[in-house]
């Protein structure tokens, strides 16, 4: 990965953390993830980002393409996939089905974030992806 696409990817992690803790001292813990989900789009849109919600990534499957694939919950500016989550403990599951994201839709960076912490520092997981194709 070249030195300008991982300042960039750096870049948004640092958009993503402020807009999560924007969120995280507005609302508190233990909401539902849903409800965090949607106020950490609307905080990154007013950061002027494109948000994609609940975006359906096809798998293909020895050449035959499987419409009801994966659902991506959240992707920015088309190049990072974002997982929400409101649960006491993250699990190394968590990040494992991240991993498996960016390997079938190509996005070069996934990012778990978990709201129901004391802290949002700590509770975001980078993930990237060794071959992107976006």
């Not at 953390?17 to 924007?22: I, V, W, Y």
């Not at 609302?27 to 849109?45: D, I, K, N, Q």
């Not at 499987?66 to 993250?90: C, K, Y």
């Not at 390997?103 to 980078?126: D, E, Q, T």
Request: net charge neutral.
């Amino acid at each position: 990965m070249n030195m300008d696409r991982q300042q960039q990817l750096n870049w948004y992690y640092e958009q993503l953390f402020l807009a999560a803790t924007e969120v995280h001292a507005a609302l508190g813990r233990c909401l539902p993830a849903s409800t965090y989900r949607e106020c950490l789009a609307h905080e990154l849109e007013l950061m002027q980002r494109k948000v994609q919600r609940n975006v359906s990534v096809p798998i293909l499957y020895r050449e035959h393409k499987v419409e009801t694939g994966v659902t991506v919950e959240l992707i920015i500016d088309g190049l990072v996939a974002v997982s929400v989550l409101s649960v006491e403990n993250m699990t190394p599951f968590n990040d494992q089905q991240m991993h498996t994201l960016l390997r079938v839709s190509g996005l070069p960076l996934g990012i778990v974030v978990n709201f129901s912490v004391p802290s949002i520092r700590g509770a975001m997981h980078r993930i990237l992806n060794p071959n992107p194709r976006v």
